[in-house]
């Protein structure tokens, strides 16, 4: 009787771990492709280039380690492939760039003095980065 009893929970613990692992694989895998972009929405205001970085890349690689520690017992090569690009995207974006300074919007217009005039005066000036999460996700 009790041996059996030990075998159902046994059989129980493992199938709850497997369902846990599941869970949590399918996690890793949607989890830092969602926050490189909410990493790009802070404004420089709450966090600086720096700080971002170091929070951010440690959080993104450590989910994608989890993942490629696991994506061996499930067969997931595309995976690895999607995972380790995305890790060299991350650094590309977040550490050796600073995506607020780089990669403002420039706005460009010319506009003619008069018709017969060849001669355009062109106005650049960059738009700062928006201080409202409504402005910088919309």
């Given at each position: 009787m009790?041996?059996?009893?030990f075998q159902n929970i046994r059989r129980l613990y493992s199938g709850s771990i497997m369902a846990l692992l599941v869970v949590l694989r399918s996690l890793s895998i949607i989890a830092p492709i969602c926050l490189l972009?909410?990493?790009?929405?802070?404004?420089?205001?709450?966090?600086?280039?720096r700080k971002l970085a170091i929070s951010?890349?440690?959080?993104?690689?450590?989910?994608?380690?989890?993942?490629?520690?696991?994506s061996h017992k499930f067969g997931d090569t595309p995976l690895q492939l999607i995972a380790v690009s995305h890790s060299l995207w991350t650094l590309d974006v977040l550490v050796w760039r600073d995506p607020r300074k780089d990669f403002k919007l420039i706005h460009r217009t010319s506009a003619k003095l008069k018709h017969d005039?060849?001669?355009?005066?062109?106005?650049?000036?960059q738009?700062?980065?928006p201080q409202s999460i409504s402005r910088r996700a919309f």
């Open positions: 009790s041996t059996k009893l972009p909410c990493a790009l929405m802070i404004p420089e205001s709450a966090l600086n280039h951010f890349t440690t959080l993104i690689f450590v989910i994608h380690g989890f993942n490629l520690c696991f005039s060849p001669a355009k005066p062109v106005r650049l000036w738009e700062s980065y």
